[in-house]
């Protein structure tokens, strides 16, 4: 006997979750494509530089259980 009472919840190496994001630069505006990781946690802050100005931001990214994924940019601070 299998126990399906997790069925309904997602699992973060789903082909379902999203793997891109796009966001919008705290330094230069610019609108920027970046990769997200799904099996990086469902919960996930790391640094990554804008591929237009080169500044750096801190990235949160939360996977919510149907994949889809909130990403909010910061300016890293100095």
């Not at 997790?6 to 609108?31: I, K, S, Y």
């Not at 990554?48 to 990235?59: A, G, L, M, T």
């Amino acid at each position: 006997m299998t126990d399906d009472s997790n069925d309904d919840e997602f699992e973060l190496g789903d082909a379902d979750a999203e793997t891109e994001a796009t966001v919008t630069c705290p330094h230069c505006g610019e609108e920027v494509e970046i990769s997200l990781d799904p099996d990086g946690g469902d919960s996930q802050e790391y640094v990554e530089d804008c591929e237009v100005c080169c500044k750096p931001w801190s990235v949160h990214v939360h996977y919510n259980l149907d994949g889809k994924a909130e990403v909010e940019v910061a300016p890293l601070d100095d």
